[in-house]
């Protein structure tokens, strides 16, 4: 009987801790995420425990949970002797990424058109007027949630919130795990005029003009996306010869 009762203080104590562990999992898991979508950590970059812990003010044992859930996420990898770091995105991630994301868009654009509605419409407008406002001389963290916005409206619209979510992913990880400063600043206003083309069809209720519209927009983006990519390659060898 003692035995068993020293189990079950034992299971009840590990619950305890565990539960007063989660929020400041989840803090962590939060805030390591947030600092790679503000670029302040980079792809590639290695996660050093006590770096983490000196900037969060948070214990290692959650810091170390909130990397595995951010590793099974896929926005940090491991290696034995190296530790955690960033993910980068490779070119057959990048081609499988934007290959559903299309998929998913243009579904969603063209449950948005046939579900209309003023409110919906209303709003992608706003929402494309604060992009269009925002014009800084490179790409910012600022100017792609606002990109990113449109997007997420149009799925809105759609009333399909598990594609909101699984786009919601898509874009997370596109835009992490790939370096901002490679980014082309000329595709902001291409960007933008795709984005005003596609409004203007889609107020015409022309669902086949905005299927092509956005079909064309995405693979613009996942070639940028790919230039991106052989700009990290190519500095990265440069750097090698210098050294």
Not at 98 to 107: D, P, Q, S
Not at 201 to 227: C, F, P, T, W, Y
Request: hydrophobic share 35%; charged share 30%.
């Amino acid at each position: 009987m003692a035995t068993k009762k020293a189990a079950e203080t034992k299971v009840s104590e590990k619950k305890n801790s565990y539960g007063k562990n989660t929020p400041l999992i989840r803090e962590a898991y939060n805030s390591i995420k947030n600092m790679i979508f503000d670029h302040k950590l980079v792809p590639g970059q290695r996660l050093v425990y006590q770096d983490l812990v000196r900037m969060l003010k948070i214990s290692q044992t959650p810091i170390i949970n909130a990397l595995n859930r951010l590793l099974q996420d896929g926005f940090v990898a491991y290696e034995n002797y190296c530790g955690f770091y960033v993910k980068p995105m490779d070119l057959q991630e990048v081609w499988e990424a934007f290959g559903v994301r299309e998929a998913l868009e243009v579904y969603a654009v063209r449950q948005a058109i046939e579900r209309w509605s003023p409110e919906g419409m209303s709003l992608l407008s706003q929402i494309l007027r604060d992009h269009e406002k925002c014009t800084p001389p490179r790409y910012t963290s600022e100017k792609f949630r606002l990109d990113t916005e449109f997007h997420l409206q149009i799925a809105t619209m759609s009333g399909n919130q598990v594609l909101r979510r699984l786009l919601r992913r898509n874009f997370e990880h596109i835009f992490m795990r790939v370096k901002l400063e490679n980014y082309s600043p000329e595709r902001m206003a291409a960007s933008a005029a795709e984005h005003r083309r596609l409004l203007e069809r889609m107020k015409k209720k022309d669902v086949l003009g905005s299927m092509e519209i956005l079909r064309n927009h995405i693979q613009n983006a996942r070639d940028q996306v790919i230039r991106c990519l052989a700009g990290e390659e190519q500095g990265e060898s440069l750097a090698g010869t210098s050294a």
